[in-house]
């Protein structure tokens, strides 16, 4: 079985506002690219993915008239994908959902979230992923209220083969300082989001131990945006939000050699414009994380990154459509389940 992860820059953009797709000469959102452009682009990788299931991190949005259910399952017909049903969790005000389009042939999903529903008071014991979590982040005795502006999406599995596991989708706190102009502004909202950040790995991480005690088997996927090293403060916190997940039993070989500063050149799943003289910055965001069980299913990875993988490069139209498509390349694990 073939599943993956894929942040789908701009994607709500492609629908307009009763979920039809805008075929058009319209900008995307994306430099450069036409929202037709985009759709192709993005038909051409999902089909070439040929996953059972795939993780949409930022995927259309569901609001007062759009569905973002209904907005995928629209996409997929358009260009017969085999995903062809869509689940999603708690809807977020991001525009930027979070669902799996998956093969109901292959496997079922359904949305299953745990923890205490807490309201506005929260709860220091790794609540409902749409609630308030309580946590002293920094030793001061004052509790910090978290809340996820993109509550994680957590699905109960059956595949075809009758292997029941739990899967969690999650898109972290970014990092970056947007809308700070000073330096002194760029560094205090740095750590407030790296701090924010890191609370939310923990709350997961705190999900991700109950179920390991309780025997399930578990697939954390999706965009952290985080690893080990990428940013300088990190040093005041003294790990990574990856770090804090794999340090519960999960394993992704990328973030285990990004870990471990083997020797070589390091993976990445994103690459993003820095400046308008075109430069370009590569990092790893985007994992596929398994827990111990798992392992012994024969587990197989792959980002699909044109750079780095010999395949991705070689099929020039391939290579273009994910240029194209998104800043993020699809992440996929091939296991036997």
């Known amino acids: 079985m073939r599943l993956a992860t894929y942040n789908v820059e701009w994607f709500a953009n492609l629908f307009d506002r009763d979920d039809r797709l805008l075929l058009d000469d319209g900008w995307s959102g994306r ?26 991190i930022e995927a259309p949005n569901t609001g007062r008239t759009q569905n973002t259910v209904r907005a995928l399952e629209q996409f997929a017909a358009a260009f017969g994908l085999r995903t062809r049903r869509a689940v999603m969790g708690f809807v977020n005000d991001t525009q930027q959902e979070i669902a ?23 709860s220091p014991e790794a609540p409902r992923f749409d609630g308030v979590f309580r946590i002293d982040l920094d030793i001061d005795a004052t509790e910090d209220l978290v809340r996820f502006s993109k509550p994680p999406l957590e699905l109960a ?6 292997t029941e596991l739990r899967m969690i989708g999650a898109h972290l706190k970014s990092k970056a300082p947007h809308g700070a102009k000073t330096r002194d502004e760029i560094m205090r909202l740095s750590i407030a989001n790296r701090r924010k950040q890191l609370a939310q ?14 025997g ?3 697939i954390l996927l999706g965009d952290l945006n985080d690893g080990p090293g990428l940013d300088e403060y990190e040093n005041l916190f003294g790990r990574s939000s990856v770090e804090i997940l794999v340090e519960t039993g999960l394993y992704d070989p990328h973030a285990d050699k990004m870990r471990h500063r083997r020797a070589g050149a390091l993976p990445s799943t994103a690459r993003f414009q820095i400046s308008e003289d075109g430069r370009f910055l590569q990092a790893l965001l985007d994992y596929v ?42 992440v996929c694990l091939d296991i036997d389940i």
Do not use: Y
């Not at 430099?31 to 949409?56: G, M, S, W, Y």
């Not at 790995?201 to 309780?214: G, T």
């Not at 798992?294 to 490069?313: A, G, H, S, T, Y």
């Open 201 to 214: 790995a923990i709350w997961l991480a705190m999900r991700v131990e109950a179920h390991l005690s309780q």
């Open 31 to 56: 430099h450069d690219v036409t929202r037709a452009q985009q759709i192709e682009a993005l038909a051409k990788v999902f089909t070439a993915l040929d996953a059972d299931a795939v993780l949409v």
């Open 100 to 122: 799996l389009l998956f093969d109901p042939d292959r496997l079922s999903a359904r949305h299953d979230p745990r923890g205490e529903e807490t309201g506005k008071k929260g």
């Open 157 to 162: 599995l059956r595949t075809q083969a009758g």
């Open 216 to 218: 399930d088997e578990l």
């Open 289 to 330: 994380m398994i827990s111990p069980g798992l392992r012994v299913r024969n587990p197989r990875w792959r980002i699909w990154n044109p750079f780095e993988d010999m395949r991705c490069w070689q099929a020039v139209e391939l290579r273009e459509a994910l240029l194209t498509a998104s800043d993020h390349f699809p």
